[in-house]
């Protein structure tokens, strides 16, 4: 099991992903977010083959499908912090934290 909690930073809407593998690396999702556009990715984001998401070129993944057409903000985080929730409850990869820091001149 994986879980990561996202602050996304300005739109406050953070989120929460519960990733679960079998032994087939099926990966079951549970996502949970006060944001319109991730709840509808949840909805249809529920079950994944880690081999297959991560064996897939970016815009192929069902996650960037989905959230594409969810009309999820570009710049949003949340679609790589589900494949990140996937590759690590698949065993696939380590758990280990994720930052992005952003400051203007």
């Known amino acids: 099991m994986a879980i990561v909690e996202v ?4 739109c406050k809407f953070n989120a929460r992903i519960v990733s679960v593998a079998d032994e087939l690396f099926n990966v079951t999702l549970e996502i949970t977010s006060d944001c319109a556009h991730i709840r509808q990715i949840a909805e ?7 081999l297959e998401e991560l ?3 970016i815009t192929d ?12 903000h570009a710049a949003c985080p949340v679609p790589a912090a589900i ?7 698949a065993g696939m990869a ?4 994720v930052h992005i820091s952003i400051c203007r001149d």
């Open 7 to 10: 602050v996304p930073g300005v």
């Open 61 to 72: 993944t069902a996650t960037y499908r989905i959230a594409a057409s969810c009309r999820t």
């Open 44 to 50: 249809r984001l529920t079950q994944v083959s880690a």
């Open 55 to 57: 064996g897939s070129a």
């Open 83 to 89: 494949l990140k929730a996937i590759e690590v409850a």
């Open 94 to 97: 380590l758990p280990a934290d």
